[in-house]
């Protein structure tokens, strides 16, 4: 059976999506990552859709539902890469998305879960703990 | 093309790409133009039990557009005011493809018998 690869890096799981999927496919990267996140313990959850040039309602549902499970799970999401034409097509389409985190690139899409979650990356708890606090100020 | 089976949906957005392409649509023409295709190629397999579409590059003399036609000879649909709600399904999905389609593409109509199948024909115009 077909699989969409998820790496782990520390307590987060990263997936690339990078075929177009078909619906039995995006439905079993739904159950793989819930699956994972449980698994592992995961905090944080990255998707790359930059290499997606089309998120019809399917996609968008399954993204939405992703980020909802992972939240029952105790895991944040955040959906990274967009294509703007996609972002356009999507709020026309009737779905904004809401309860899902975006952002524009991997790099603050990493930003953003280690400053929700704390010590993903660096495995150092006290300084990201540090940073939290600082940002938040 | 016929347009039967999960995979079917993929080819269809890949098909439309290209006639899209190849008629001079920018990006984002192109992106909702196939977006339209996919929801509504998923209503042709998951509620009209698999039908057809046929792709037309359309020229009136002062401009270009595209037509999808997708066929089906299923159940049909009882109420078809209801049908183009934004939130309303009789399956799982969440009633946007449609509705949501008929906001991605200028021109939209739908003709449904019951028991005999639905027609749903879609065009964009170039700008």
Not at chain 1, 35 to 48: E, P, Q, T
């Amino acid at each position: 059976m077909e699989h969409i690869p998820i790496l782990r890096m520390g307590r987060c799981l990263l997936v690339t999506i990078q075929v177009d999927m078909h619906d039995r496919l995006a439905m079993t990267l739904q159950d793989d990552l819930t699956a994972r996140i449980s698994d592992v313990g995961a905090k944080g959850v990255l998707i790359d859709i930059s290499a997606l040039e089309v998120v019809d309602s399917f996609i968008g549902r399954m993204l939405a539902n992703i980020a909802n499970m992972s939240r029952v799970l105790d895991a944040e999401t955040v959906v990274v890469g967009m294509q703007p034409a996609v972002a356009i097509t999507l709020v026309e389409l009737g779905m904004s998305l809401p309860g899902v985190r975006t952002a524009l690139d991997v790099e603050k899409g990493m930003r953003l879960l280690n400053a929700a979650i704390g010590d993903v990356i660096s495995g150092s708890g006290h300084e990201a703990a540090g940073e939290r606090a600082s940002s938040a100020e | 093309m016929s347009v039967a089976t999960g995979p079917d949906i993929v080819i269809t957005r890949q098909m439309v790409r290209t006639w899209a392409v190849d008629a001079g649509f920018g990006l984002v023409d192109q992106t909702k133009i196939i977006t339209a295709a996919s929801e509504l190629a998923r209503n042709t397999v998951e509620y009209g039990g698999g039908g057809t579409l046929q792709i037309e590059l359309l020229e009136d003399g002062r401009r270009r557009g595209l037509r999808l036609t997708f066929a089906d000879q299923g159940p049909g649909i009882a109420n078809v005011e209801q049908a183009m709600r934004d939130g309303y399904s009789t399956g799982s999905g969440l009633g946007l493809g449609l509705s949501g389609s008929r906001r991605l593409m200028n021109e939209f109509s739908i003709t449904s018998e019951l028991g005999r199948g639905t027609r749903v024909v879609a065009t964009r115009w170039k700008p």
